[in-house]
């Protein structure tokens, strides 16, 4: 029995402390809060402004026009020939002496002239007269002025001759509508013969090739005249 009264007792002390307790005093605590104040700072920042300018364009216009290709060497030369060809004419034997700048000498003696003169004497005779006469005497000359004697006894005391005097040059023949051939060929020529007694026929053949020398120098200086 006290026991039960005990444990009223701690009862009923429990009860009021739980109703003190839920009729307390509520207390609100509010949590200080700390305001932080920036500074805004304005930055101004350059803007790049890019301006157009006009320029001025240059207008390139491509045209096309056609260049003939170059005409090789090789043919211009051979237009050349033709046309210089073309342009030729017949001419008599004085006037193909025209343009002859010189001559070189050939001597010919057949073997009866050479018994009775030599072909040294011929040739001395040939050439001073050549030269006397203003005609000019060059070894590598494209033009060749050929003299000749020929003649035969025949055990006779008397000497049947002749002799020629002709001026050579190459010449280019034609045939079948072009160029075929090339010859050395005479383009002037004079010539004679006669008879002379033994005795006196070596000057007869020293004074004709005096004779032919003065024939063609007469004529060759009436084509070239002296400047």
Same mark, same amino acid.
């Given at each position: 029995?006290?026991?039960?009264? #005990?444990?009223?007792?701690?009862? !009923? $002390?429990?009860?009021?402390?739980? +109703? %003190? ?15 932080? *104040? ?36 090789? =043919?211009?030369?051979? @237009? ?7 342009? +030729?004419? @017949? ?24 018994? #009775? ?13 050549? &030269?006397?006469?203003?005609?000019? #005497?060059?070894?590598?000359? &494209?033009?060749?002025? +050929? ?5 035969? +006894? %025949? ?5 049947? =001759? ?7 040059? @190459? ?10 051939? %090339?010859? =050395?060929?005479?383009?002037? %020529? /004079?010539?004679? =013969?006669?008879? !002379?007694?033994?005795? *006196?026929? &070596?000057? $007869? ?20 005249? /002296?400047?």
């Amino acid at each position: 029995m006290k026991t039960h009264v #005990i444990w009223s007792c701690v009862a !009923v $002390a429990a009860l009021l402390v739980g +109703t %003190r307790m839920s009729t307390g005093e509520v207390r609100t605590i509010e949590k200080p809060v700390e305001v932080v *104040r920036t500074k805004e700072v304005v930055v101004e920042k350059p803007v790049e402004v890019i301006k157009e300018v006009p320029k001025e364009v240059e207008k390139i216009v491509e045209r096309k026009v056609e260049v003939p290709a170059e005409i090789p060497e090789l =043919y211009k030369n051979a @237009l050349a020939f033709m046309e210089a060809f073309r342009a +030729t004419k @017949l001419v008599t034997q004085k006037d193909a002496l025209a343009g002859v700048e010189s001559v070189s000498v050939e001597i010919n003696l057949t073997d009866d002239v050479k018994k #009775i003169v030599s072909e040294a004497e011929i040739r001395t005779k040939f050439e001073i007269t050549l &030269r006397r006469s203003g005609v000019p #005497i060059d070894e590598n000359s &494209r033009f060749t002025l +050929t003299h000749t004697q020929d003649g035969f +006894t %025949r055990d006779s005391p008397t000497l049947t =001759y002749s002799f020629t005097v002709a001026l050579e040059e @190459l010449v280019v023949g034609f045939r079948d509508g072009g160029p075929s051939m %090339r010859r =050395y060929v005479p383009t002037w %020529r /004079k010539g004679s =013969y006669g008879t !002379v007694g033994i005795s *006196r026929a &070596r000057d $007869a053949l020293i004074a004709e090739a005096e004779s032919s020398a003065e024939a063609f120098a007469n004529e060759w200086l009436a084509m070239n005249p /002296k400047k």
